[in-house]
């Protein structure tokens, strides 16, 4: 008895520990001085004392935090019931208490459960996380996109969507800092975002590979020379955020910060124009032709389709309302493939009718069917005559 207690003990201790590694992702930064900022605007970024992750400023965030915290209390429930049973076999079988040893060797109930119990646990653990996994990889809906570009030692930024507007973003250095600015996180041009909307992330490098991460949004994106690489985000929370290359570039690696503003829809769009006007771009009209592959293309598509789906349904009724007025001459609808035959035998009105069924035929795309459909039965019914 005593050796296959030791071995479930092990093998879950093992499981709790590679658990423990698993839980760990992007955690914020440890640069904190004073922070001074409006009171109902959240701050997103790491505070002395601080446990935990930042506050969650975005769904992808909030739920990699529900994630760690349903590892972490896995994790709890495994290690006290792996140091429980420590503590029993310390106890129970210690050589005082069991001068006599089990010569137990095998027990096969006792490994189906040590087997099937951790693989159970995987799998609950395998699924939310695949499940996260994939959403988070790819927005569903982009409205913007913002492409960031990384080099040695700094971030550049551009919005093709509003008129393909860019700039460098440098981290401030000792004489530049203001009242309110954060040493090593302050930068001289942040990232302006919208508030409740969905940002596609296009990240990459220009020198060497840096890292696009801001913790409040739960965003972690390699930026890698030559290759293009996605993320997104949407931020649900006023305010600004701070994040760091998370990626060793170099020896500027930890003086190239990340801040994003994220504001109003409006104040966005004002920020956008007076950019705009800066960098001499006049471009709003050009947005849905050039780069956006998002919604905006959607939106449009949209009314079309309504349309087309009032024109069957126009054609449909035009089509009873024939029907209704050729009444009795059912059999002229199914004519179009089938009369040539027919022609020889009976010579009713058909003939007159049919051009026009044919014509509306191709007209409406939806009619075929309903034609073809109709056209079996009646057939069938001339048969029988
Ligand atoms: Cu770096």
């Not at 505070?47 to 506050?55: A, D, G, H, I, V």
């Not at 969650?56 to 349903?70: C, G, I, K, S, Y």
Request: contains cysteine.
């Amino acid at each position: 008895m005593k050796k296959p207690l030791m071995n479930i003990a092990s093998s879950l201790t093992f499981l709790a520990l590679s658990l423990g590694s698993a839980g760990a992702y992007a955690q914020g930064t440890g640069t904190a001085a004073a922070h001074a900022a409006a009171p109902e605007l959240m701050q997103g970024m790491a505070k002395p004392w601080e446990l935990n992750f930042q506050p969650p400023a975005t769904p992808v965030m909030e739920r990699l935090e529900d994630m760690h915290t349903f590892l972490l209390y896995l994790i709890i429930a495994i290690s006290l019931f792996v140091l429980a049973v420590m503590v029993y076999i310390c106890l129970r079988f210690n050589r005082r208490a069991n001068p006599v040893p089990s010569k137990t060797t095998h027990n096969i109930t006792l490994e189906i459960i040590w087997t099937t119990i951790p693989i159970i646990i995987l799998i609950a653990i395998a699924i939310p996380s695949l499940r996260l996994h994939y959403y988070m990889q790819r927005a569903v809906d982009p409205e913007m996109t913002l492409k960031v570009v990384g080099y040695q030692w700094y971030w550049h930024y551009d919005y093709p969507d509003q008129g393909g507007f860019g700039f460098d973003s440098y981290l401030k250095k000792g004489n530049d800092l203001k009242e309110g600015d954060i040493r090593l996180l302050a930068v001289d041009n942040r990232v302006v975002v919208p508030v409740d909307t969905t940002i596609r992330v296009l990240v990459t490098g220009a020198d060497v590979i840096h890292s696009w991460a801001m913790p409040a949004f739960g965003v972690k994106r390699d930026g890698v020379p030559g290759r293009l690489n996605e993320t997104w985000f949407k931020a649900e929370k006023l305010g600004t955020f701070y994040g760091q290359c998370s990626e060793l570039c170099g020896v500027g690696h930890g003086f190239m910060p990340i801040v994003i503003d994220v504001v109003s829809k409006d104040d966005f769009q004002a920020w956008a124009a007076k950019k705009r006007n800066e960098s001499g771009i006049a471009a709003p009209t050009d947005k849905p032709a050039t780069t956006t592959a998002g919604s905006k293309k959607i939106a449009p598509l949209a009314k079309p389709e309504s349309a087309e789906e009032k024109t069957p349904d126009a054609d449909m009724k035009d089509q009873k309302e024939r029907s209704k007025k050729t009444g009795e001459g059912k059999p002229s609808k199914a004519a179009p493939g089938v009369i040539p035959p027919e022609e020889g035998t009976r010579a009713k009105g058909t003939k007159d009718i049919d051009p026009t069924a044919k014509t509306g035929k191709s007209e409406a795309k939806a009619k075929p069917s309903k034609a073809d459909e109709k056209a079996k039965p009646t057939q069938g019914s001339e048969d029988n005559q």
